[in-house]
């Protein structure tokens, strides 16, 4: 007897990328319209942040689906240089609430944005995998968010 199962896996992806030269205000919004959109029906959570030119986005979700979303993000041209900064399993979703959350500007957030920076600017870049869990924890219960 042969059985076929799909194993779903829920997985969390952070990567770090850079604003291209050429995004303007508006391109978040549209980011986000699109990402809830999207993640809304592929069933994605998660939340975005830029500050200082750096986008760090965490998407959670099945595993394939989020590698599918992940490539399908490194093809737009509104940012380049991007890094994964951690890929593990999880065994439940944070974001429950947003399918793509944003947070607000990095004045209203700046406290936390120095908590978890060695210098005076967030270099999403240089943080560990631990600290990005620690970063996006705080953010979930004490940031302000674009609503
Ligand atoms: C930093 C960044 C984060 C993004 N995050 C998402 C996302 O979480 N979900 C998503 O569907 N698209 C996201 N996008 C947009 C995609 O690259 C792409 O433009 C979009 O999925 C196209 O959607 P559409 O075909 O429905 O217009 C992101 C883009 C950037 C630059």
Redesign the pocket.
């Known amino acids: 007897m042969v059985f076929l199962t799909k194993t779903i896996m829920l997985i969390q992806l952070t990567y770090a990328?850079r604003t291209s030269k050429t995004l303007v205000p508006d391109d978040l919004k549209a980011?986000l319209a699109?990402?809830q959109?999207?993640?809304t029906r592929a069933g994605?959570t998660?939340a975005?942040c830029l500050a200082n030119g750096i986008?760090l986005?965490q998407?959670e979700g099945d595993r394939t689906t989020v590698n599918q979303?992940y490539h399908?993000?490194l093809?737009?041209p509104?940012?380049r240089d991007p890094a994964i900064l951690d890929f593990a399993e999880i065994p439940s979703r944070s974001f429950t609430q947003w399918s793509?959350g944003s947070l607000s500007s990095l004045e209203a957030n700046r406290a936390i944005f120095l908590k978890y920076s060695r210098s005076s600017s967030f270099d999403p870049y240089t943080m560990s995998p631990s600290t990005l869990r620690a970063f996006f924890d705080e953010i979930m219960h004490n940031a302000a968010w674009l609503n």
């Open positions: 990328s980011i699109a990402s959109r999207n993640n994605v998660g975005l986008f986005q998407l979303l399908r993000i093809a737009d509104r940012h793509m």
